[in-house]
């Protein structure tokens, strides 16, 4: 189980975001945003979804 995703610490420890450097390429599941947990894995790889379908202007649901 991932550690939580804190805030504090200079964002030490937040998790990376879903997008990356190279175009196409996604970080999905419990060590990207936003976290740990089967729930938080599901979640990354909805947001994940969303950006190949809307784009990089998608923010989640609205």
Same mark, same amino acid.
């Given at each position: *189980? %991932? ?5 504090? &610490?200079?964002? &030490?420890?937040?998790? %990376?975001?879903?997008?990356? !450097? ?19 894995? &599901? *979640?990354?790889? !909805?947001?994940? !979804?969303?950006?190949?379908? @809307? &784009?990089? @202007? ?5």
């Amino acid at each position: *189980m %991932p550690a939580p995703s804190l805030a504090a &610490g200079g964002v &030490g420890f937040l998790r %990376p975001a879903n997008v990356t !450097a190279l175009p196409g390429l996604y970080h999905v599941g419990g060590w990207s945003h936003p976290g740990g947990g089967l729930p938080h894995a &599901g *979640m990354s790889g !909805a947001l994940v !979804a969303g950006l190949i379908v @809307e &784009g990089p @202007e998608f923010r989640g649901s609205q």
